[in-house]
């Protein structure tokens, strides 16, 4: 009991700092900058356009309603909260820590904090077994989604780091142009869309993926091959899910290593 306690004020400290840390970090904006300027500071392509970032703030309500509904008493010894809810912690303090490393220009260190984010994220997916398990409605909109989105954003989040970054270490490519890459990354992007449409069919993430997609076209509306791939992989994106969806026959054949 005093362990569950000690869990639920925990998250909601932690919660409070990757909130507050993140509001900061634009409301000031910390060192000058605000999050996307430094962002866009970057010659990098595997970067949406602005208003893709705006998902933020839905990621941001789910978090704070995550936090509340583990904090009630009467989910103090919930399973599924107790096999979350440490892992949910340390990704606060890995999201708070990434924007005060990226604000303040220690960049090789935003990308540790966001692969911690990353591991958490998905160490919470599994053992929640998001896309597979069954959850009321209220767990539904107030762990399985919240987690789902958030995990979704972060995996794009933490390509568009690893190029920042690289960028930033004034790496050139290795010959390989930076569409080019980007027509690589989005290609690795539609495996993992593949990968989670046929085992878990889980809508939330899917349609972020699709969403982050979209985004990075608009972006570049003046380069027609990257206009044309972004809008390409969401649209692959929105039919593998539909694929998932409407042919759950196929999509639990593939699971378990079975066509016809």
Known sequence: ??????????????????????????????????????????????????????????????????TLYQALPAQRANPRLRRSG?????????NGAWIYFWHYGLYEFSLLTMFGLLAALITIYLRLDIGKASFSQTEKWLVSIPFSIYLGWITVATIANITAVLAYLGWDGGGVSGETWTLILLAAGLVIALLM???????????VLAWSFVGISVRWLELPMLNIAGFTSA?????????????????????????R
Request: no cysteine; proline share 3%.
């Open 1 to 66: 009991m005093k362990n569950d306690v000690l869990r639920q004020f925990v998250v909601i400290v932690t919660a409070v700092f990757a909130l507050v840390s993140n509001g900061l970090a634009n409301a000031l904006p910390l060192n000058g900058r605000n999050t996307g300027e430094i962002s866009d500071s970057f010659n990098v392509f595997f970067v949406p356009a602005g208003y893709v970032f705006a998902i933020w703030g839905v990621i941001y309500i789910g978090m704070a309603a995550y």
């Open 235 to 259: 649209a692959l994106v929105i039919a593998l899910l539909a694929a998932s969806r409407f042919f759950p026959a196929t999509r639990l054949a593939l699971r378990h290593g079975r066509t």
């Open 197 to 207: 449409a046929y085992t878990r069919s889980d809508s939330a993430y899917l349609l």
């Open 86 to 94: 440490w892992l949910f912690a340390l990704a606060n303090l890995a």
